[in-house]
């Protein structure tokens, strides 16, 4: 697996990982390229991706990752996220989001607050995370 740069040619799979992943952040896929936006890729296929903001000196917020749903749970996720480090990162995650959170508490992210019904459709509270 390549952990690389998200290009303009990587949109259509990175589209389809979005639409696949109904918990990831839905943004049109083009405004990644404005970011600092990763992809994993296996074979020449993209698997998953990560868009951050980064927030110098030393820092960067993860707007969206997503692993396409056939090859969550083999470490993708976490190989996207350790490429951004060694920053510090932070990242809003859904309450509800329990994949997300136990992805985010088992590499080592800290809860440090919580933002009241910062979702909509539906109305949700964003538990804020730092690692
Ligand atoms: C969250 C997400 C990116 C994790 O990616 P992934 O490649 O499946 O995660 P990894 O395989 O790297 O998991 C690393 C560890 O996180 C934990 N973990 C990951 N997914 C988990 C799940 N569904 N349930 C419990 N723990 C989980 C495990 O400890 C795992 O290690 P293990 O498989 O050896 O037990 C993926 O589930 C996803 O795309 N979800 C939909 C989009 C989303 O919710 N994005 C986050 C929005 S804030």
Redesign the pocket.
């Known amino acids: 697996m390549t952990i690389r740069r998200m290009l303009e040619a990587d949109l259509p799979a990175v589209a389809a990982i979005q639409a696949a992943?109904t918990?990831?952040?839905q943004w049109p896929p083009a405004s990644y390229l404005t970011r600092e936006s990763w992809v994993a890729e296996l074979n020449g296929v993209v698997i998953?991706f990560l868009v951050l903001l980064p927030l110098p000196p030393g820092e960067a917020e993860v707007l969206?990752?997503?692993?396409s749903p056939d090859?969550?749970?083999?470490?993708?996720?976490?190989?996207l996220l350790n490429r951004a480090s060694p920053r510090t990162l932070h990242?809003?995650?859904?309450e509800s989001?329990?994949?997300?959170r136990?992805?985010y508490q088992?590499?080592g992210f800290q809860e440090t607050g919580r933002r009241r019904a910062y979702y909509q459709h539906p109305s949700e509270d964003a538990i804020l995370l730092s690692r």
């Open positions: 992943t918990h990831a952040a998953g969206n990752i997503a692993v090859f969550q749970r083999r470490g993708v996720g976490r190989a990242l809003e995650v859904r989001n329990a994949a997300a136990a992805f088992s590499l």
